[in-house]
């Protein structure tokens, strides 16, 4: 069983910057995928970033390419989400997941793709 637990949320204003992080315990980190979703009042959860086993490789919606960057530290069982020229419509609960997939292929990008989730972390961005 993996247990993730996310930090670095806050209040922000537009244009700022915030680094999450999801440390993880109770497993092999390096057997997961990771990935970053989001879910604002009254919306689905989405789909912000993912980052592969080995690191290699990572995916990032549309809406925060070029804006957020996720890395991961193997040794340290840690993601993180730099995100940087938040705006506005990026306040949400932010959650980690760790999700099983090849050691080199793409990272998962579904929700249902992901087998553990943290309990989340609030971004709260003011214009």
């Known amino acids: 069983q993996v247990q993730l637990v996310e930090s670095g949320g806050g209040l922000v204003q537009a244009g700022g910057s915030l680094r999450l992080s999801c440390a993880a315990s109770?497993?092999?980190?390096?057997?997961?995928?990771m990935g970053w979703f989001r879910q604002a009042p009254g919306k689905e959860r989405e789909f912000v970033a993912a980052?592969?086993?080995?690191?290699?490789?990572?995916h990032s919606a549309d809406s925060v390419k070029g804006r957020f960057t996720i890395s991961r530290d193997n040794a340290k069982n840690t993601v993180y989400l730099q995100m940087n020229s938040l705006k506005p419509e990026d306040t949400a609960v932010y959650y980690c997941a760790a999700g099983r997939s090849s050691w080199s292929g793409p990272p998962p990008q579904r929700v249902h793709e992901y087998d553990y989730w943290g309990q989340g972390t609030q971004v709260t961005v003011s214009s």
């Open positions: 109770g497993g092999i980190f390096s057997f997961y995928a």
């Open positions: 980052i592969n086993r080995s690191g290699g490789r990572t």
